[in-house]
């Protein structure tokens, strides 16, 4: 009998047919998508011109994120020219083509893998395609996603099915309990760094070990959502009690005798014992400290305790061009401690970091505190959903009596599609997951981090390690 990964397992079970002799080219069949504004505009615009009409309408959700202002003020009326047109054409297409729409007045509105997840709308052995290379995200629940471009978008619209080429199997084991002020967050930057940000090109990762199966299913999705950050096309974390506990409370999942078959079919979804993987990493967790980017790269980040490394210690010219650009970009040298850095901005918020359970752990450390002076912190929840369930718990007034500005959901200063934009020159603590050149506005610098080493970072005005902070000490 052939040993499966788990990944190869969804592969075939979706596959339609075929495309080579060997089957490494399949059309596959996908399970459910979900579109946003800025990436399905030709898409539908293929369709209308083709006379295509959506295959299955109910299997895909439209929902406005990446341009809209989070700005509370003018949710209503928006007026920005060129997104107010974006997000009025994402509503007709969604209007003419039957598909359900979570608009900027809708009480689900919120950031496409926020909401997908908090709906149950994603479920172990599916496979979904989606707009945004964070689809990966979905694979927290045992399935597998993954981003295509909008020609695939359009395809998939009229057909269900998208051509796809196979990916070879990592396996990444995380064992060992975490130290205090480590999470998720750090894992992954920790294997982003080990492998490199394209250490996971042409691959898809499973996610297993000790430390692995102890995250919470937010946790797990920070794992996944960023494991596209080394090249990944697909990260999956095999479903497991807490998984199924997960999705018993949200208000789409199965229920009663199809919720029983299901979790029964769940249960069988795990690589086989022995099932080869075509590379392997192992990771000790008593490794990790809370990680911080230093340079424009999510694989050129250290330890908080860390200086930033000499040039000389980079291998290969291109390498060390590539450090030597990230430092002249950032406005850092070698040898800087990273604690040192002082910040303009402290950000939270984005599909990777900014569910429920990220913004308990940052005002934990915000409360009794306030943001330095200098700083302009912003907090944008995931979802309405995720900020109606913050302001019940208080959450949400100990970030704006530190002195964040509390948000409306969207994608926000993520990335910089829409007014919440870091000014050229300027230094921001993030909670995101990409620190690319530019990313967050024009010469914007950005330094990764989990949530709580934000709001730590908010806090001292500099960029400090979250251990050092004392519970109820102004530092």
């Known amino acids: 009998m052939i040993q499966r990964t788990l990944y190869d397992k969804l592969v075939d079970s979706h596959t339609v047919r075929k495309l080579d002799e060997a089957g490494n080219e399949v059309l596959l069949y996908i399970d459910r998508t979900v579109l946003n504004e800025y990436t399905s505009p030709q898409a539908f615009s293929g369709l209308r011109e083709a006379g295509r009409k959506v295959f299955r309408p109910q299997a895909a959700l439209g929902v406005v994120d990446h341009v809209n ?20 054409y994402f509503g007709e297409n969604c209007r003419d083509f039957d598909i359900e729409l979570f608009d900027l007045l809708h009480p689900n509105q919120g950031i496409e893998h926020v909401v997908m997840t908090e709906l149950g ?8 395609a989606a707009g ?11 399935s597998l996603g993954f981003g295509i471009g909008t020609s695939d978008i359009e395809h998939y619209l009229a057909t269900q099915t998208l051509a796809y080429t196979r990916l070879r199997t990592m396996l990444i084991t995380v064992n060992g309990p975490l130290s205090v002020g480590n999470t998720a967050k750090d894992i992954i930057m920790a294997v982003i760094r080990r492998i490199g940000a394209d250490g996971a090109t042409g691959f898809a990762i499973e996610f297993a070990g000790s430390t692995i199966r102890q995250l919470s299913m937010e946790g797990r999705m920070t ?9 990944a096309r697909g990260a999956i974390v095999a479903p497991d009690d807490r998984t199924f506990e997960y999705l018993s409370a949200l208000p789409r999942s199965p229920s009663g005798s199809l919720w029983d078959t299901a979790v029964s079919n769940w249960q069988t979804l795990s690589s086989d014992p022995g099932a080869p993987f075509d590379k392997t990493v192992e990771i000790d967790a008593a490794d990790i400290e809370p990680m911080v980017t230093w340079g424009t790269s ?22 060390r061009n590539h450090a030597e650009r990230a430092l002249a970009y950032m406005g850092l040298r070698p040898g800087m401690h990273m604690t040192s850095i002082r910040i303009d901005w402290a950000f ?12 308990r752990s940052a005002s934990s450390v915000l409360k009794g505190r306030k943001v330095a002076d200098g700083v302009r912190a912003i907090v944008v929840p995931g979802s309405s959903e995720v900020s109606r369930q913050a302001e019940a718990e208080g959450i949400a007034r100990i970030f704006m009596d530190a002195g964040f500005e509390w948000r409306q959901s969207g994608c926000s200063m993520c990335l910089a599609m829409n007014d919440d934009i870091v000014p050229a020159g300027e230094r921001c603590a993030s909670s995101t997951n990409r620190n690319f050149e530019g990313r967050q506005g024009f010469n914007s610098r950005t330094h990764l981090m989990s949530p709580a080493m934000v709001a730590a970072a908010a806090v001292c005005g500099h960029i400090c390690d979250i251990r050092d902070m004392e519970p109820g000490s102004a530092y």
Not at 121 to 128: A, E, I, S
Not at 132 to 142: L, R, V
Request: aromatic share 4%; proline share 6%; glycine share 8%.
């Open 69 to 88: 202002s989070t700005r509370p003020a003018i949710r209503k009326a928006q007026s920005l020219e060129n997104r107010d047109r974006q997000i009025s």
């Open 121 to 128: 709308l994603v479920l172990p052995g599916m496979v979904f």
């Open 132 to 142: 945004d290379s964070h689809t990966t995200t979905y694979g927290a629940f045992g």
């Open 223 to 231: 794992i996944c959502n960023m494991a596209v950050e080394c090249g």
């Open 298 to 319: 999510p694989d050129q980040a250290i330890p908080v305790t860390q200086a930033i490394p000499a040039l000389d210690s980079f291998q290969g010219a291109e390498e």
């Open 348 to 359: 939270i918020g984005s599909c990777t970091n900014a569910r429920l359970e990220d913004l």
